[in-house]
């Protein structure tokens, strides 16, 4: 099977976004982006997802909503975080609510630029993402058995 | 533009206040708004009224600890402006219903808004991002209150 | 939690959301069930709550319009007019006559776009994905028209203080309203479907019935309101170039998913009329004026958003930042009532009751 890519299934939270990444990450797979192209899929349940895509920023609120949503995706997982405010709180990033970017919370792979972030540089991380996972993947499979938990550069992170 | 002309705003005492709802109610005006605003002397309550497309405001003014009865027994739209407001300013406010016991924004939310402008302007006591969530002095006692009236 | 619902003999308390794949923002409800049908419904909200009507005191005045136009992204443009006009009433500031008409046109365009995302949304709420996808193919020709005119796709950064930022060419608007024409043939063809199909009928029709009383008396607002049979809409008080411009207002009487959903699809095939007829009678001269001084005094203003009617309240002290800003969205008056049609409806209706408001969490929170 080494030579068959994966499908990536994509679970996508809205940590305080003001809804312009949601809409542009819900553009990305409409029939003129169509991220499902690169074989991504939605889904609703974090057990059953690779990716998470998170727009907006921490708040006191969905940190721990957005930790738990993390928690239960297996591994290999990777995050993409969607524009300047899962980057650094963007524009609210001084209002009294929001702690910060998604880095904040849990360990992101991919930044994706923009107040709002472009369908087309979503698509890009996305993609990106893609690989990471894959390198992940190989990384779990050759990792001792027993020591797979927390043998990943991410697991090691956390 | 036209938006001067159809909105005006009065000034009333707490205590008229909900007579004076009362009577806007039997007139056919609903509910716009619930609006508070931080002061020197406290806070400034506006109650904005909408009836066709004129706008009417009542506004009170209250001390820190002067507590503002509830319209939400007119106007049951009202709970979620006043558990809201009571949440992220600290607004004393008697017998809500249904009150959510400052659970609608959630424990972690700060009450950012909760505090005593300092002379009228706005950056003298600003709240740091990194502070523990301002502690809401009202709401004990509120509820303390509200058990005792029922 | 203390304000949880009281789960008596045979109810069943089930949480609905924060992150629930038909919403894609969180929003959460703790339900109270007896066997499928809700008996209370208690939103929890501050999942979103940024505390950006505080920002007010951190930003200058006319700074504070970017982060104005991001309490939300659909009605972006319209959240970042509504501060303006609020300031601009508080300041004197006449804009010019491009300026409102420009203004006018974005707002227009951003209903369009704000009403096909929905129709999108709502089908896919109901599990009809063919549609979903259609809708939302329609929709990217009026995000393009958006990036042309205006510069972004979603947030337009093209309202400012005393007028508008950008100056599109009269030939960039006649070719939009070319591109447009084809978005109101598309609308046609999917509105037979959304309205004709039995199986959407099914899912839409008498589900989640609001009364014309009740609508009115719990403060709901834009199509909700108007699908319960009142004749409301703020754009007939006359702001911008609404005064000049004649339109129907689209009310519709049953009140249940299906009245709210023809509203919608009314009203974009009116706004895509409105879009030639302003882009027709589009007048030459100057977008804006400029800003001198700070603001001092208050200001109230009302406008008609997609999702109904917003209102902005600003206050000044003649510095550069003003002291308090404050903005009544339209899905935080609706919810009163979305609570009350969701009381006795079946569990498997509360998705789409939900999506018939056209919630907008993010306005809601700011």
């Known amino acids: 099977m080494g030579g068959v890519e994966r499908s990536i299934w994509i679970v996508h939270y809205d940590a305080s976004s003001c809804n312009g990444c949601d809409i542009e990450v819900l553009a990305c797979l409409t029939p003129v982006y169509d991220a499902e192209r690169f074989g991504c899929i939605v889904t609703g349940d974090p057990k059953q997802a690779d990716l998470l895509l998170v727009t907006g920023g921490v708040n006191n609120r969905n940190v721990e909503v957005l930790k738990s949503i993390y928690g239960q995706m297996p591994e290999p997982r990777a995050v993409v975080a969607i524009g300047a405010c899962a980057y650094s709180g963007g524009v609210f990033s001084e209002c009294y609510n929001v702690c910060g970017g998604v880095a904040t919370a849990i360990p992101v792979d991919v930044y994706v630029p923009g107040c709002a972030a472009k369908p087309e540089s979503i698509l890009d991380g996305v993609l990106r993402a893609a690989a990471i996972l894959k390198e992940r993947r190989v990384a779990l499979r050759s990792a001792p058995r027993n020591a797979k938990k927390g043998s990943t550069e991410e697991g090691a992170r956390r | 533009m036209s938006e001067h002309e159809t909105h005006e705003v009065e000034n009333i005492s707490t205590n008229l206040l909900l007579q004076t709802v009362d009577s806007l109610l039997l007139d056919g005006w609903r509910l716009i708004q619930v609006l508070a605003l931080s002061t020197t002397e406290g806070y400034e309550v506006n109650y904005s009224f909408g009836g066709g497309y004129a706008m009417k405001t009542l506004r009170l003014h209250v001390g820190p600890k002067q507590s503002v009865p509830s319209i939400t027994s007119y106007y049951a739209a009202a709970a979620y402006y006043e558990n809201e407001m009571r949440d992220l300013f600290g607004v004393r406010i008697e017998r809500i219903h249904p009150d959510w016991h400052n659970d609608i924004m959630g424990e972690k939310t700060p009450r950012a808004f909760s505090r005593v402008r300092v002379q009228g302007t706005s950056v003298e006591r600003p709240v740091p991002l990194d502070a523990p969530p301002v502690p809401l002095a009202s709401s004990p006692a509120a509820d303390a209150q509200e058990g005792a009236i029922k | ?366």
């Not at chain 3, 203390?2 to 069943?12: E, I, R």
């Not at chain 3, 959460?28 to 809700?38: C, G, N, R, S």
């Not at chain 3, 996808?133 to 329609?138: I, K, L, Q, V």
Request: charged letters at 25%; proline letters at 6%; a negative charge.
């Open chain 3, 1 to 366: 939690m203390s304000g949880s619902p009281n789960a008596g003999p045979g109810l069943t308390v089930i949480p609905f959301g924060p992150q629930h794949p038909v919403l894609p923002e969180p929003l959460h409800f703790d339900l109270t069930l007896q066997d499928e049908k809700v008996v209370d419904a208690i939103p929890q909200i501050g999942y979103i709550h940024r505390g950006l009507e505080m920002l007010v005191e951190k930003r200058d005045f006319t700074d504070y319009v970017h982060v104005a136009e991001r309490i939300c992204g659909i009605c972006s443009f319209m959240h970042g007019m509504g501060y303006c006009e609020a300031i601009e009433t508080i300041m004197d500031l006449t804009v010019p006559d491009r300026g409102r008409w420009l203004r006018t046109f974005w707002c227009e365009l951003e209903r369009v776009h704000s009403h096909l995302m929905w129709l999108g949304l709502a089908a896919d709420a109901f599990g009809f994905e063919n549609l979903f996808h259609a809708t939302w193919r329609a929709r990217e020709i009026v995000l393009d028209v958006a990036e042309e005119t205006a510069g972004g796709r979603v947030i337009y950064g093209s309202c400012i203080v005393g007028g508008t930022s950008t100056n599109p060419e009269n030939e960039t608007l006649d070719r939009c309203v070319k591109e447009l024409s084809k978005v109101r043939a598309e609308t046609i063809r999917l509105a037979e479907v959304f309205i004709g199909e039995p199986t959407v009928r099914h899912r839409l029709e008498k589900v989640g019935v609001l009364g014309r009383g009740k609508a009115y008396a719990l403060g709901a607002v834009g199509p909700m309101l108007r699908a319960s049979g009142v004749d409301y809409d703020m754009r007939r008080k006359g702001y911008e170039a609404y005064p000049e411009l004649t339109f129907a207002t689209m009310v519709e009487t049953s009140g249940d998913c299906m009245a709210r959903a023809k509203v919608r699809i009314r009203e974009i095939d009116e706004s895509l009329r409105l879009l030639g007829e302003i882009v027709a009678r589009m007048p030459g001269g100057p977008v804006a004026v400029p800003v001198k001084g700070a603001p001092e005094g208050e200001g109230w203003v009302r406008v008609e958003q997609p999702r109904g009617e917003a209102l902005y309240f600003v206050r000044a002290n003649g510095k550069r930042n003003p002291e308090r800003f404050r903005v009544r969205t339209p899905t935080f008056a609706n919810i009163p009532a979305m609570v009350e049609v969701m009381v006795g409806s079946q569990l498997a209706d509360v998705p789409t009751i939900i999506l018939t408001i056209d919630p907008c969490i993010s306005c809601t929170e700011r």
